[in-house]
């Protein structure tokens, strides 16, 4: 079945980066996009950006340009998330999720990684 | 604050039938049919319940439904259960420049 397993928790300091990997296994890797979404302790979802693992074509969102770096190995199905430039207000669960379509992206997310946590503190 | 506008609460009791409202804008519900809804449990990762606004993904039970008028999609379920206690989220294609907006979340309170 497809699966999602992402790498553990973290902890960083403010100012330092992040990378979180999110290894796929049960289908194509090349043949649907990647997500990552992002939750703050009690709080909503947040859509960061998507990587196209075929083309290694990216699409962030707005808040996240200039400190978000997505990047894959396709010779080991992982998906990678870098985020730079910590600050507080980044603690938060990291999720990477599979597009629900073959080669295209419509903002429908399945199946999810089981997350990661990432704590920034001092 | 989020872009799209869910009720912080809802609750019902077993058997019972519950609607979740998701109102956004002439820029992303209103334009798109690419509404999707997810399902979250503590400590767990959300899981697809809804896609395209009215699809429910195999394995979902025929219980949740979803629909969409104008720019408010809703999410129903019928014949509630106590596993439904939950929260859940709306999410929804933005357009080209703002391309994916969340709802702030529901929490599914099974009396």
């Known amino acids: 079945q497809v699966q999602l397993v992402q790498s553990g928790a973290e902890v960083k300091k403010p100012g330092a980066s992040v990378k979180v990997s999110c290894q796929t296994s049960?289908?194509?890797?090349?043949?649907?996009?990647i997500h990552w979404v992002r939750q703050a302790p009690g709080q909503g979802l947040e859509w960061m950006g998507w990587?196209?693992?075929?083309?290694?074509?990216?699409n962030y969102a707005q808040k996240f340009q200039g400190r978000v770096t997505m990047t894959r190995d396709t010779s080991i199905s992982t998906a990678y998330m870098e985020l730079t430039r910590l600050r507080a207000d980044d603690t938060a669960v990291y999720y990477c999720?599979?597009?629900?379509?073959?080669?295209?992206?419509?903002?429908?997310?399945?199946?999810w990684g089981q997350g990661t946590l990432v704590t920034v503190s001092s | 604050q989020s872009a799209l506008t869910q009720p912080a609460s809802v609750s019902g009791s077993p058997g019972q039938s519950i609607t979740i409202s998701c109102t956004g804008t002439?820029?992303?519900?209103?334009?798109?049919?690419?509404v999707s809804w997810y399902q979250q449990h503590p400590y767990k990762a959300p899981k697809l319940m809804i896609y395209?606004?009215?699809k429910r993904p195999s394995g979902v039970s025929n219980r949740f439904s979803g629909s969409k008028s104008g720019n408010t999609a809703s999410l129903t379920i019928s014949g509630l259960q106590a596993e439904d206690e939950a929260d859940y989220y709306c999410?929804?294609?933005?357009?080209?420049?703002?391309?994916?907006?969340f709802g702030g979340g529901t929490k599914l309170t099974v009396l």
């Open positions: 990587i196209n693992p075929n083309s290694g074509g990216t």
């Open positions: 999720a599979r597009e629900l379509w073959f080669g295209e992206w419509k903002a429908q997310f399945d199946p």
């Open positions: 002439s820029s992303d519900v209103g334009s798109y049919n690419l």
């Open positions: 049960g289908y194509i890797f090349t043949n649907y996009y």
């Open positions: 395209e606004g009215s």
């Open positions: 999410c929804s294609y933005a357009g080209s420049s703002t391309f994916v907006v």
